[in-house]
């Protein structure tokens, strides 16, 4: 029906860089809101960058400043650009959107997750 997947991930040293990306394919009639959470272990599961549905973004505290949610409708796709990494970013980051299918055409779309993409920042 949907999927989500992730790309970019990887190993970087603090200080360093990545880029995440995200690509909504299937079923889809429209994207809602779309953005990032992100899980380390053993701890809850945070909302890290998001477009939401209402039309603005919304950043983790923590993030503010270092990282920057884009997004490219007409491919379906959303991207985090990770700048000034730091070892308390280590964790699997998954992409989240709410999408409306076109077998359902409903006022109100369904929560869909990637696989997860796993980031870990080295000291």
């Known amino acids: 029906q949907v999927q989500l997947v992730e790309s970019g991930g990887g190993l970087v040293q603090a200080g360093g860089s990545l880029r995440l990306s995200c690509a909504a394919s299937?079923?889809?009639?429209?994207?809602?809101?779309m953005g990032w959470y992100r899980q380390a272990p053993g701890k809850q599961r945070e909302l890290v960058a998001a477009?939401?549905?209402?039309?603005?973004?919304n950043y983790a505290d923590s993030v503010k400043g270092r990282f920057t949610i884009s997004r490219d409708n007409a491919k379906n796709t959303v991207s985090l650009q990770m700048t000034s990494l730091k070892p308390e970013d280590t964790a699997v980051y998954y992409c989240?959107?709410?999408?409306?299918?076109?077998?359902?055409?409903?006022?109100?779309?369904?929560?869909?997750w990637g696989q997860g993409t796993q980031v870990t920042v080295s000291s």
């Open positions: 989240n959107a709410n999408i409306i299918t076109l077998s359902t055409l409903s006022t109100w779309g369904y929560d869909y």
């Open positions: 299937g079923n889809i009639f429209r994207i809602n809101a």
């Open positions: 477009f939401t549905t209402g039309g603005g973004t």
